[in-house]
């Protein structure tokens, strides 16, 4: 059975944004049937300063039934760790102590994965024609009802029967639906600085990596630490493991302007912290790049759709605080509700009410997911609260709305 199939409809659907929700979207269009075109504001060679992990759980059998099979089947290439032959691994978060080392909970599900946000975005990326270097400036409707059309800052427009808005955090589909104002990100008041990190010596990658081999999380007085495998080049050499050191906690992040003040901030936050935690900062080697991942959200409310000719998914629709996983599970929960909807549309005058339908029910999905992230992070970074942060209470399940 060939894992795509020619288009059947002549309904066209424009795609702003192709990161891995954007792409993701792409490929389950693609493997319907359903004819797109996918526009990046980034432009081709563009080289991405940062890199993260991310975890998918219970959105994975949703990510199988939208990737081809020759894709999904390929999704081990993507893993933090590829190389580890028990995969198993990849299904447990633990969660401890950051200052006596105690085991607070162990939290995941089967089937979790942990994928390299750069590589899962190349992978889903495979066999799709982006168009690049395109920022989008305005979009036009058509005066009968029917049609949007796409503005792109170079003068080029497209033209299609409805636009999905997969851009990101900072949407510019949002802001053109809801104004600059009511679609603006609000800043979470958590510093998060983070390292990506090789040790370049065996013993103490050994140690760092101690515990959990793929994801742990320490919470402490002073704020909270994670520290996760990136990267393995080999299993059984130390020295090509790359990872994430990461640390968090109540503040405003512009009080460290450069690479050097955030190195040194890193490294005070973690000092009093117990091992390995406070050593996997200590042995950052001088001169590492330390990013300021400053973390934004934006709770859901309606907009007008234009008679479902615009909408909304992923971060572009409900971007949200990362500390209990939810982001992208959510985005690809999105997709294959905007897929399987246009799947069974009968004719393109039922995009208003398939549209409507779909937002029906993500807005307010959205909205609470982003509040529940929210206190999820405030109760997090505070020592007198965290035993009740959903991390701790619900682990990375699936919120019940």
């Given at each position: 059975m060939p894992d795509t199939n020619p288009p059947t409809s002549d309904l066209h659907v424009l795609i702003i944004g192709a990161g891995i929700t954007g792409l993701v979207l792409a490929q389950g269009l693609k493997k319907a049937g359903i004819r797109f075109t996918i526009f990046e504001r980034e432009p081709v060679d563009y080289q991405p300063t940062r890199d993260w992990?991310?975890?998918?759980?219970?959105?994975?059998?949703?990510?199988?039934?939208l990737l081809p099979a020759t894709l999904y089947a390929r999704l081990p290439e993507v893993l933090t760790d590829?190389?580890?032959p028990n995969k198993k691994i990849f299904e447990a978060v633990s969660i401890y102590n950051g200052q006596t080392g105690e085991l607070l909970r162990d939290t995941g599900m089967p089937g979790m994965i942990r994928v390299d946000r750069n590589r899962m975005r190349k992978l889903c990326g495979t066999g799709i024609l982006v168009q690049h270097d395109k920022s989008l400036t305005s979009l036009t409707y058509g005066a009968n009802g029917t049609g949007v059309t796409?503005?792109?800052?170079?003068?080029?427009?497209?033209?299609?029967?409805?636009?999905?808005?997969?851009?990101?955090?900072?949407?510019?589909?949002?802001?053109?639906?809801?104004?600059k104002e009511k679609a603006a990100l609000t800043a979470s008041p958590v510093i998060n600085l983070m390292a990506k990190?090789?040790?370049?010596?065996?013993?103490?990658?050994?140690?760092?990596?101690?515990?959990?081999?793929?994801?742990?999380?320490?919470?402490?007085?002073?704020?909270?630490?994670?520290?996760?495998?990136?990267?393995?080049?080999?299993?059984?050499?130390?020295?090509?493991?790359?990872?994430?050191?990461?640390?968090?906690?109540?503040?405003k992040a512009e009080q460290y302007p450069d690479n050097e003040t955030r190195l040194a901030a890193l490294r005070k936050a973690t000092e009093d912290f117990c091992e390995p935690y406070r050593s996997a900062t200590l042995w950052i080697p001088e001169g590492t790049r330390v990013s300021n991942n400053g973390t934004h959200y934006w709770v859901t409310i309606p907009w007008d759709n234009h008679d479902g000719r615009v909408t909304l998914a992923g971060d572009a629709a409900h971007p949200m605080t990362p500390h209990r996983g939810q982001g992208l599970n959510n985005g690809i929960l999105?997709?294959?509700?905007?897929?399987?909807?246009?799947?069974?549309?009968?004719?393109k005058s039922s995009l208003p009410g398939l549209v409507s339908k779909y937002e029906a029910e993500m807005v307010p999905r959205g909205a609470a997911?982003?509040?529940?992230?929210?206190?999820?992070?405030?109760?997090?970074?505070?020592?007198?609260?965290?035993m009740e942060s959903g991390l701790i209470t619900k682990g990375v399940e699936r919120s019940a709305l």
């Amino acid at each position: 059975m060939p894992d795509t199939n020619p288009p059947t409809s002549d309904l066209h659907v424009l795609i702003i944004g192709a990161g891995i929700t954007g792409l993701v979207l792409a490929q389950g269009l693609k493997k319907a049937g359903i004819r797109f075109t996918i526009f990046e504001r980034e432009p081709v060679d563009y080289q991405p300063t940062r890199d993260w992990g991310i975890a998918i759980h219970w959105s994975v059998p949703m990510l199988e039934k939208l990737l081809p099979a020759t894709l999904y089947a390929r999704l081990p290439e993507v893993l933090t760790d590829p190389c580890h032959p028990n995969k198993k691994i990849f299904e447990a978060v633990s969660i401890y102590n950051g200052q006596t080392g105690e085991l607070l909970r162990d939290t995941g599900m089967p089937g979790m994965i942990r994928v390299d946000r750069n590589r899962m975005r190349k992978l889903c990326g495979t066999g799709i024609l982006v168009q690049h270097d395109k920022s989008l400036t305005s979009l036009t409707y058509g005066a009968n009802g029917t049609g949007v059309t796409a503005h792109f800052h170079d003068g080029t427009t497209a033209t299609g029967d409805i636009i999905i808005g997969a851009d990101g955090a900072r949407s510019s589909v949002r802001e053109l639906l809801l104004g600059k104002e009511k679609a603006a990100l609000t800043a979470s008041p958590v510093i998060n600085l983070m390292a990506k990190v090789n040790f370049n010596d065996a013993e103490r990658a050994a140690h760092v990596r101690s515990g959990n081999p793929i994801l742990k999380l320490a919470f402490h007085p002073n704020g909270a630490m994670n520290f996760t495998v990136q990267n393995v080049l080999n299993e059984d050499d130390p020295r090509t493991w790359t990872f994430l050191v990461g640390a968090s906690w109540p503040g405003k992040a512009e009080q460290y302007p450069d690479n050097e003040t955030r190195l040194a901030a890193l490294r005070k936050a973690t000092e009093d912290f117990c091992e390995p935690y406070r050593s996997a900062t200590l042995w950052i080697p001088e001169g590492t790049r330390v990013s300021n991942n400053g973390t934004h959200y934006w709770v859901t409310i309606p907009w007008d759709n234009h008679d479902g000719r615009v909408t909304l998914a992923g971060d572009a629709a409900h971007p949200m605080t990362p500390h209990r996983g939810q982001g992208l599970n959510n985005g690809i929960l999105d997709v294959v509700n905007l897929v399987n909807a246009l799947v069974e549309l009968p004719d393109k005058s039922s995009l208003p009410g398939l549209v409507s339908k779909y937002e029906a029910e993500m807005v307010p999905r959205g909205a609470a997911e982003v509040k529940t992230s929210v206190e999820n992070s405030n109760l997090a970074h505070n020592w007198d609260t965290i035993m009740e942060s959903g991390l701790i209470t619900k682990g990375v399940e699936r919120s019940a709305l």
